[in-house]
């Protein structure tokens, strides 16, 4: 039996996105085997960004300075905005230097359901973005889920009086995919997409 201390520390680590209570359990143990090298650098990175961890009041996106190092790197096009549900979604799609502009966060997406309106996400906020002009193009990036793509449409429609190119991302069979293996969603969206061969 672990001690209550070492007992919550796995409790702890398994509520992580990935983490089971096995995987917990393992992490733990390789941090009691090596305190030194692995637990006293990471208690020390958790305290760090706990001591600094600000939120984004352009952007929302969330980092250890504000505005974050997006926003305020100079090598970014300001005339591209991408919007995007959350900030799992902007560190994605940054991470892959695909995108040269800048970025949005929403903070979530539309959903009945989930009672979630459009004045709990920060679409005014985007839209002060837009008022001063400077910004040539709007990319929706939200996922491809019923509530991505109501939160999209909306998104259109408010962003129509502004004199921008809006886009979206695409959605449908991923490069490598087989149509086997794809769900009907997938298959629907990759036929409705469909574009002129040559």
């Known amino acids: ?101 800048r970025f949005h966060v929403l903070g979530g997406r539309l959903s009945a359901l989930e009672g979630v309106r459009p004045e709990d996400l920060t679409i005014d906020a985007l839209i002060a973005r837009l008022e001063p002009g400077g910004i040539d193009e709007v990319v929706l990036a939200m996922n491809a889920t019923l509530e991505g793509q109501t939160t999209a449409h909306y998104l259109a429609e408010r962003l129509e009086r502004f004199p921008i190119r809006l886009t979206q991302l695409a959605h449908g069979v991923p490069v490598g995919g087989e149509l086997d293996y794809l769900d009907e969603g997938t298959l629907a969206q990759a036929l409705r997409a469909r574009r002129p061969v040559g």
């Open 1 to 101: 039996m672990a001690s209550p201390e070492i007992e919550a520390l796995t409790q702890a680590l398994s509520r992580l996105p990935g983490l089971g209570p096995r995987s917990a359990r393992r992490a733990v143990l390789h941090l009691l085997k090596r305190r030194e090298g692995a637990m006293e650098p990471l208690l020390r990175a958790l305290e760090a960004v706990n001591e600094r961890l600000v939120t984004c009041h352009l952007c929302g996106n969330v980092d250890t300075v504000d505005p974050c190092g997006i926003c305020t790197d100079h090598r970014r096009d300001p005339r591209a905005l991408c919007v995007v549900e959350d900030v799992s979604d902007l560190w994605a799609l940054d991470k892959s230097r695909l995108f040269p502009g």
